[in-house]
C-alpha cells in the first residue's frame, strides 16, 4: 500500500494543531517511508540553536500506510534537584491505515498530553499549545 500523504501535507497538518511551532517531514533513504520530526518551539527558539533542546521529543514514520511513533515525550522540570529535567511519555502509537483525518487526530492527542503536563513545563509553552 503506497503513502497518498504528501510530505508538505503531513507537515501543514502538524502545524495546523501546533501553528506556533515546527516541523519537518522527509522521505526515508532509499524509498524508506516518510519521517516526521515535530517540535514544539521553532529553530531560533532552540537552547543553544540545538534542535535535541527543544522540549518535545516526537518522531514518527510512515510505511506502507502505517504510521509507527518512535520518540515521544516531554522535557519537565526536574524530580532530582541535581538533573536538568527529567522526561514524561506518552504512549506510542501506531496507526493502521493512515488518513488526514487520523493523523490529525493524533496529532490533537499529542497536544493534550503536552497541555496536561503544563505544571510540570520547565519553560513556558503557553503560546505553543
Not at 533542546?53 to 524530580?79: M, Q, R
Not at 483525518?101 to 513545563?121: D, T, Y
Not at 519553560?123 to 505553543?128: A, C, E, G, N
Request: contains cysteine; charged residues 20%.
Amino acid at each position: 500500500m503506497q503513502n497518498n500523504l504528501e510530505n508538505a501535507a503531513i507537515k501543514q497538518l502538524y502545524m495546523q494543531v501546533f501553528p506556533n511551532s515546527h516541523a519537518v517531514c522527509n522521505n526515508g533513504a532509499l524509498g524508506g517511508g516518510q519521517y516526521i520530526k515535530g517540535f514544539i518551539q521553532k529553530p531560533g527558539e532552540w537552547s543553544n540553536g540545538i534542535s535535541q533542546n527543544d522540549p518535545l521529543s516526537y518522531t514518527a514514520c510512515i510505511e506502507d500506510g502505517k504510521y509507527e511513533e518512535f520518540n515521544l515525550f516531554l522535557f519537565v522540570k526536574p524530580t532530582n534537584e541535581y538533573m536538568a529535567f527529567d522526561t514524561v511519555a506518552l504512549r506510542k502509537k501506531t496507526i493502521k491505515n493512515v488518513t488526514p483525518e487520523k493523523l490529525l487526530k493524533r496529532f490533537h492527542e499529542i497536544k493534550a498530553f503536552i497541555e496536561a503536563q503544563a505544571a510540570n513545563w520547565y519553560l513556558d509553552l503557553t503560546d505553543k499549545v
